[in-house]
């Protein structure tokens, strides 16, 4: 779906409107912001200026929303990376770090480099 081409109902309006006034996340505040901006003007370059955005995140945004409504939008899908270091490995840098205490985590990443070639 283009986001020129896409024409929002007055009842989308009506429901974008409700969440943008009673949600307390501001992420997903402003989530709800760029659809309303986008029906004023489906520029997604104008969109992504007016918030600070890349275009292409309010374009991944309007394609969130046409797959799954406003909660799809708003929806929260974070996957972590897995660790690079595994359990034994995590707790050998929680006891260096105890031990040596040192000043930045430059320290720790040359420590986990070294003894762990990561």
């Not at 969109?47 to 046409?66: C, H």
């Amino acid at each position: 779906m283009n986001v020129k081409s896409y024409v929002f109902t007055n009842s989308e309006i009506e429901t974008l409107k409700f969440h943008r006034d009673n949600l307390k996340d501001v992420k997903s505040k402003i989530r709800i912001i760029a659809m309303l901006l986008l029906k004023s003007n489906p520029d997604t370059i104008f969109v992504s200026d007016i918030l600070g955005m890349v275009p292409r995140t309010i374009e991944n945004w309007f394609k969130k929303y046409i797959d799954g409504g406003v909660k799809g939008l708003i929806a929260c899908n974070y996957t972590p990376k897995k660790a690079k270091l595994d359990f034994f490995q995590i707790n050998q840098v929680v006891i260096w770090v105890i031990h040596h205490n040192p000043d930045t985590t430059k320290e720790v990443a040359e420590y986990i480099r070294e003894k762990f070639n990561i």
